[in-house]
């Protein structure tokens, strides 16, 4: 994993980083993350990262309440 080259650590899934992401899934996939986004109103980002923080911790929302217990 590459280090941060930023002073702060990101909290949140940046647009770019999503749009990455996206384009290396199926394209079901792409289509089922879009049609979620639209349904309940937020960036297609948020719904990958909410996607993966409750991957990670099934009580979180976003990836700043994720709490992986490994």
């Known amino acids: 994993m590459r280090p941060s080259t930023e002073k702060e650590p990101l909290e949140h899934l940046s647009p770019v980083a999503a749009w990455v ?3 290396a899934l199926p394209t079901k996939i792409q289509e089922a993350f879009e049609r ?3 349904e309940i109103e937020y ?3 948020a719904v990958i ?3 993966l923080a409750g991957f990670l911790d099934n009580e979180s929302l976003s990836f700043t309440d994720c709490q992986p217990r490994y």
Do not use: D, G
Request: aromatic fraction near 0%; hydrophobic fraction near 65%; glycine fraction near 0%.
């Open 43 to 45: 960036p297609v980002e």
């Open 36 to 38: 979620r986004a639209v």
């Open 49 to 51: 990262e909410m996607a």
């Open 21 to 23: 992401i996206l384009v």
